[in-house]
């Protein structure tokens, strides 16, 4: 059905018709339904303008139909309406169809919101927002907005200020599913493997449920994932051929400090600037962020020296790797150099979702630590330090932490249970259970008595 179809239709009240629904009639026919936890768990009654952005097969566009079709069913008739950005071409006819809308609501509506999915697809989109706020024709209406291209939507972001309205939080970061939820629903099947199973999917529900049904991810969902990201580097003027270069130097190179030229020369770009033009589009679409030493003294990242690079969507690592995995037994045949990687990236994609949920200012901020000796793997924004083992070690591999970075306490996952005055060590389960802030040292990890609640939406 189309969108005008539809919109006439909320108009009229009438909502009890499953070819209203397609995303929220899939999401219920699942056999799992993973709650949407992003930050933001009920929308404001208020007026004004959210921005929510994220990596495609996230779930995106079944939230929105999901809030959609409780803000229809909870405030009545003529209370909400939707707009399709991929079916818009510009920012003029994104405003002509906003202002056919806002006629359509009903006067003693309780809120007045209309929902637009992937609302980057539309050039200069923010014109429009802005035009139309501008003359006051926004000041009852709530906006709410999805797009993949999380670049378009900062940019866009910044030319709206003060056309946003009082909310208190008005950008958000669409992560993936939490481990705490793909753990309760996929234990019982999978048991020791549960972990390796959630590191396979990246946090995408869409592969999830693969992986409950087949035990293996499909070759599609990668193609998905593929098209999306070359797709997006390639409609910016990039080459295909470069970026394929560019993700097998950042395979080879995973967990090593490497300035942008020598990734320049390794990737065939022409120098260091190109690099980092294309690491910066990547992060844009939250599959890479470059990780920069820390500076324990001063607190500040060091941006000049050598960098790490972390995958912090581990589907986009997949579909990009030259060996690509789809069972857990392929995981468990890897050497243990190669695995070391990807569990990194595993507990990178874990601190980058946990900031986003918590609202950092700079959700990206992640980096390392290093001395002459002495290395540590991840800083976070608030600055908590965790160290990633593969294989067992105990306090007396870091007696040397607390004479070194004193007054300060370090989480190693993966390493195993152990304790001392400034050192805590944790499984990746244990990990990936305490599911974000604060951190669980000194304290006990959250006890994985996990919840059988699955949401508002089931």
């Not at 030493?293 to 581990?314: C, E, G, S, T, Y």
């Amino acid at each position: 059905m189309d969108v005008n179809a539809r919109n006439l239709l909320f108009s009229r009240g009438e909502i009890d018709r499953d070819e209203l629904w397609p995303k929220v009639v899939e999401y219920r026919e699942q056999p799992c339904r993973f709650r949407f936890s992003f930050g933001l768990d009920e929308l404001p009654a208020e007026p004004g303008i959210i921005l929510i952005r994220g990596p495609r097969q996230f779930g995106k566009s079944t939230w929105l139909e999901l809030e959609l079709k409780r803000t229809l069913e909870d405030y009545g008739t003529g209370s909400a309406y939707f707009l399709n950005g991929d079916e818009i071409t510009d920012a003029d006819e994104l405003e002509a169809r906003l202002l056919d809308l806002l006629p359509l609501f009903c006067g003693d509506a309780g809120v007045r919101r209309i929902f637009i999915d992937e609302v980057s697809a539309v050039p200069s989109w923010e014109r429009a927002l802005k035009r139309i706020a501008d003359r006051g024709q926004l000041r009852n209406v709530l906006i709410v907005t999805t797009g993949s291209r999380a670049a378009d939507i900062r940019r866009g972001s910044e030319r709206l200020p003060g056309r946003k309205g009082k909310l208190a939080r008005t950008e958000y970061l669409f992560t993936g599913v939490s481990y705490k939820d793909f753990h309760a629903q996929f234990r019982d099947q999978l048991g020791e493997n549960t972990w390796k199973s959630y590191l396979l999917t990246g946090g995408s529900p869409v592969a999830a449920v693969e992986i409950r049904q087949r035990e293996r991810l499909p070759e599609y969902f990668f193609e998905i994932i593929r098209d999306w990201i070359v797709g997006e580097l390639v409609r910016s003027g990039r080459s295909r051929q470069f970026l394929l270069s560019l993700m097998r130097t950042l395979f080879v190179q995973g967990g090593s400090r490497t300035g942008y030229l020598k990734l320049a020369r390794d990737s065939g770009l022409a120098n260091n600037t190109i690099a980092a033009e294309y690491v910066e589009q990547l992060s844009d679409l939250l599959a890479v962020i470059p990780s920069h030493q820390w500076d324990a003294d001063k607190r500040v990242p060091l941006q000049r020296k050598p960098a790490k690079f972390h995958f912090i969507n581990l589907s986009v690592a997949l579909a990009f790797s030259p060996n690509r995995m789809t069972h857990v037994s392929e995981f468990d045949a890897l050497e243990s150099e190669v695995k070391s990687k990807w569990i990194e990236w595993l507990v990178a994609q874990e601190l980058f979702r946990r900031q986003c949920i918590a609202g950092a200012e700079d959700p990206e901020a992640l980096w390392f630590w290093a001395s002459n000796q002495h290395e540590i793997d991840f800083v976070d924004a608030h600055e908590r330090l965790y160290e990633v083992k593969v294989g067992r070690t105990g306090p007396l591999d870091f007696v040397w932490f607390p004479k070194t970075l004193p007054k300060r306490n370090l989480l190693v996952v993966g390493g195993g249970q152990f304790a001392s005055s400034a050192v805590k060590g944790v499984t990746i389960e244990q990990f990936l259970l305490a599911d974000g802030f604060p951190h669980p040292y000194p304290g006990q990890v959250e006890d994985p008595d996990i919840y059988n609640d699955y949401g508002r939406f089931t």
